[in-house]
C-alpha cells in the first residue's frame, strides 16, 4: 500500500513540550527530553541506535492513510493521531538498531487518563505489524488476564478491519461482528487474533503484543507467556496501556515505576519506552487539580480535542464529593493518580468525626432499626450490625456492631491477624464463641436476644454462608427473627448501599460507638470500582477484615429511606431457601 511521507511530528513533540507549548507532566517531559538527547547520541559511531525520520513518518502515515476510527461522531473517519500519539508512534517506529535496521524498543508501557484513546492506538499497532512491518508470519495478540477483557481491544482492530478499505481487502475475518476471533493476512501468513492467560495457550511466537488495562492484571502470567516467545522474532513489539492503579505491590506499578525512573534518565533501558501521564508534586498539593483545570491536559492528552471532555471530568468530580472512594477512583481514572491499597477507602478523620462512645443505651430503645448480617466461614469473624434512624431527641443514625469468633486457639487467630483479640474479647467488643469453629447456633441466639431489645425492622445478609450454616442453626433453634432479606456483593446491590453508607459518613450524620474491631475493620477498606464508575468494597483487595462495615452497608442498603426492593420480598423462610437453592 502506497503511504506518503510526511514530517517528524515526533521530534516537533517532544520541543514542544519542553518549550512548554504543549502542557505535560514530569514523566512525559522526561521522555520527551531523553528523545532529545537519544538524538544528539546518536550522531556519535559509538551509540549503536538512530533515529529514522522516514519511518516515523511511514507509521504516522500507516494511521493517517490507512487507518479508520469507529464510534460516535468518530464512526468511519480517518485515524488523524494527535500529537501525544505523533510522539509515541514515530518514536516506536523511528528509533532503529544501526547495525540491522531494526526496532529498537522491544517494550512499550503507556499510562494515560480514561478516554484519551490508548485503546484505538494499540489496535492500530496491531494492524500495522500484521501489514507493513515486513514480517512473515506474524503473530499479532491482543492479550489480558481474561479473554472478555482482551476482546475489548480486538473489537477495536475488527472495526478498523470493516471501516478500512484498504485494510478490508487484504485480510480475511474469521466470525463476524462480535464474533469475529480472528484476522488472517494471507500473503504473508500472519495472523491477529485474543489471548488470555486464563485458558492454557502454549507456543505463542509474538511478533507484537497488546496488552490491555495492566493494572488489572493480578500478576505477570500474560506478560511473561508472550515475552517467552519473543526469542523468536528479531523485532518484537510487547505494547502495553492502561491507567492508574491501585496497588503499588502489583506488575503494574513495577512498569510504572520502571518507566518513571527511565524517562528520567534515573536508570537506563534502551529497549523500554515509556509514556506516563502524571501531574507535578505542586499539582497534587491539597488536591489543586479537582479545581484547577489548566492542569487537566496534563494526564488527559487529548482533552484539547474534546477527549474525553471537560464536562465529562466535572461530572465525575462533582458526584464523587462526599464519597471517598469513589473520588479515589476519579483521581485515578481521570488524573493518573495511584492510588495505594493500604490507603483507606474511609479516611481516619472522617471516621473519628463519627465516633460517640459515651452516648446511654437507652437512646436506642424504641428507634426503628435495619440489620446486616455478615457470615463468614466457620474460622473467621462474623458481623451482625443495625442502623438506627434518628429521633426527635438524638438526629444521628446510630451504628451499632456486634462481632463473633471462635474462642479457642484466639492466640493464634491474634498473631495472624495482627490484633488484639484478646483484649477486645474481655472487654466486651467481639464475642469469642467457645469453639475451634464458628457455631452459628451460639450466633443465632444472641441475634434473636439483640433483636428482642430493639425495634428491628429487617435483617440483609450476604448469600454466601446462609444455606449451610446459618438457616440450619436457624431451625433448631426455633426462634423467630424479624424479616430476612438476601443482599447481593456485586456492584448492583453494594453500589447504592456504600453511597447511603459514605454519605452518612461524611456529612456527620452516622455516629458509631468507637469499637476498636470496627474501627479496624474502617481502616482496612479498598474500594473497588468497575467500568461504568459504580463502587463496592472490596474483601479480596482489603489489607485486613472488613466484616463489620460490609455488615453496616448492607443494613444502609436496606433502610427506608433507600426504598431498595427485593425479588425476596413478602416470601416466607422456607420460599427464600428454595430459591436460594444452588445460589449460595
Known sequence: MKIKRKKDRATAYAHKVLSGEILAGAYVRGACQRHLNDLEKSKSTSYPFAFSEHKASEAIAFFEEVLHLNGGQYEGKPFLLFAWQDFIIGSLFGWERKKNKKRRFRVAYIEGAKGCGKSPLAAGIGLMGMLADGEARAEIYAAATKRDQAMILFRDAVAMYELSPEINKRLIASGVGEKCWNLSHLESGSFFRVISSDKKQSGPRPHIALLDEIHEHTDGTAIEMLRAGFKFREQPLSFMITNAGHNTSSVCWEYHDMGSKIALEQIQNDEFFSYICSLDEEDLENDKYLTDESLWPKVNPSLIHGLPGYNYIRSQIKEAYGLPSKMATVKRLCFCVWTEAENPAISRDAWEA???????????????CWGGLDLSAVHDLTAFALMFEPSEADPYWRLKVWFWLPGVELKKKEDQDHVPYIAWRDAGYINAVPRKTIEYDFV????????????????????????????????RSGYQLPEIMPFGQGYLSMGPAVKVFEKKLIGETLRHDGNPCLTWNAACVVAEANAAGDIKYSKNKATGRIDGIIAAVMACGILEEVKTASVYDSKTKDEIRKSLLGQA
Open 444 to 475: 443465632v441466639k444472641d441475634i434473636f436476644e439483640i433483636c428482642n431489645k430493639f425495634s428491628v425492622q429487617k435483617i440483609a445478609f450476604d448469600r454466601a454462608y446462609v444455606e449451610k450454616y446459618f438457616l440450619p442453626a436457624l431451625d
Open 354 to 368: 463519627c465516633k460517640d462512645k459515651d452516648y446511654p443505651l437507652e437512646i436506642l430503645q424504641n428507634r426503628r
